[in-house]
Nanobody, 119 residues
């Protein structure tokens, strides 16, 4: 049984930082990533990492503020978020594998972790 388990969400003031973690079990993935969904909006791509070559990709809205990293051996991915803005408020979902920016290309999802940024 494949499971993606996230942790690290919470409430933070604007300008603050948070670090999300996601541990996968049940199978290994060539890449993993993060999506987010704000109230009333569609789920959107945030970041992804491909283990081979440690290639990363980011949504324009988070470039320079978010950093995705991970441990291939532990099947774990992290999302370090700094300079948080109110518009970053959303439920963040771990995803694997990530076949691009479309949520429909994701095979497995975590349960989601809430990130709330207060202004």
């Amino acid at each position: 049984q494949v499971q993606l388990v996230e942790s690290g969400g919470g409430l933070v003031q604007a300008g603050g930082s948070l670090r999300l973690s996601c541990a996968a079990s049940g199978r290994t993935f060539s890449n993993m990533g993060w999506f987010r969904q704000a109230p009333g909006k569609e789920r959107e791509f945030v970041a992804a990492i491909r283990w081979s070559g440690a290639i990363t990709d980011y949504a324009d809205s988070v470039k320079g503020r978010f950093t995705i990293s991970g441990d291939n051996a532990k099947n774990t991915v992290y999302l370090q978020m700094i300079g948080l803005k109110s518009e970053d408020t959303a439920v963040y979902y771990c995803a694997a594998p990530v076949g691009g920016v479309k949520p429909s290309h994701v095979e497995y999802w975590g349960q989601g972790t809430q990130v709330t940024v207060s202004s």
